[in-house]
């Protein structure tokens, strides 16, 4: 049969279109851990839910570093190695919830622009304009996870999407969400949103939270 004859059989070809996300059940139990819901957090965003456009988002990464980068959601999920770890969300209003994260370490991302040698925490900033900092040694020992996934779904708009930091042993207000901007900086002072409004900075869950 030739070629023309066939397309008449089949009918003409439709230009294929984007495959259409379907709504994902999230995973209640991994590896016999029992896992809390992503609906069982209390959002008291200081702006409430933010809504970022997956085609329009950036994430810059500048300061201290070699050369900045500006990375889009599909190029950091393309080129960095996924980590999965459950781990454990405590907000200092009390409450607190059991999740099962995969993300991009923020070290291979920090790594990828090259971090200058004065350079002792990452400000991390937000979308709603939140900010929290880390020292350096944190992000990059205990191998801190930027997550783009909870319960293998992917972060809801109020979640963080399209990243939120798993800032295991610190307090929730450290677990910024809809990261923008992590800037690479010298100045261990420096205090985000809640911290310069009293928190700890340190943040450590096993510290009190509140210094004034
Ligand atoms: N960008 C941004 N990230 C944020 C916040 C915020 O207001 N803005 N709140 C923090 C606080 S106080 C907590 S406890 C955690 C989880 O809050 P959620 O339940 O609102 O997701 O997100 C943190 N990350
Ligand atoms: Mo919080």
């Not at 080129?79 to 200092?92: A, D, E, N, T």
């Not at 992000?139 to 109020?158: C, H, K, T, V, W």
């Not at 923008?180 to 900086?185: D, H, Y």
């Not at 010298?186 to 310069?196: A, F």
Request: aromatic fraction near 12%; hydrophobic fraction near 35%; include cysteine.
């Amino acid at each position: 049969m030739s070629l023309p004859a066939l397309l008449l059989v089949c009918g003409t070809p439709r230009p294929a279109s984007r495959p259409k996300a379907l709504a994902q059940v999230e995973v209640r139990e991994y590896q016999g851990e029992k896992l809390g819901s992503t609906s069982d957090f209390h959002e008291n965003s200081i702006k409430g839910p933010q809504h970022v456009n997956q085609e329009k988002y950036r994430l810059t990464i500048d300061g201290l570093v070699d050369s900045s980068r500006v990375y889009t959601y599909e190029g950091i999920l393309g080129s960095f190695p996924h980590y999965k770890k459950v781990v454990h969300i405590y907000c200092v209003e009390g409450w607190d919830v059991n999740i099962l994260w995969e993300g991009v370490l923020v070290k291979d991302l920090l790594n990828s622009a090259g971090i200058k040698p004065e350079a002792r925490v990452a400000i991390f900033h937000a979308q709603d304009g939140y900010t929290t900092s880390l020292p350096l040694d944190y992000l990059l020992s205990d191998d801190i996870m930027m997550a783009y996934n909870m319960n293998d779904a992917q972060l809801r708009p109020e979640r963080g999407f399209p990243f939120e930091l798993v800032a295991q042993d610190k307090w929730g207000y450290k677990w910024i969400k809809w990261i923008t901007r992590i800037e690479l900086s010298s100045d261990t002072n420096y205090r985000g949103y809640w911290e310069s409004r009293g928190y700890s900075n340190k943040g450590n869950l096993k510290e009190r939270f509140f210094e004034r």
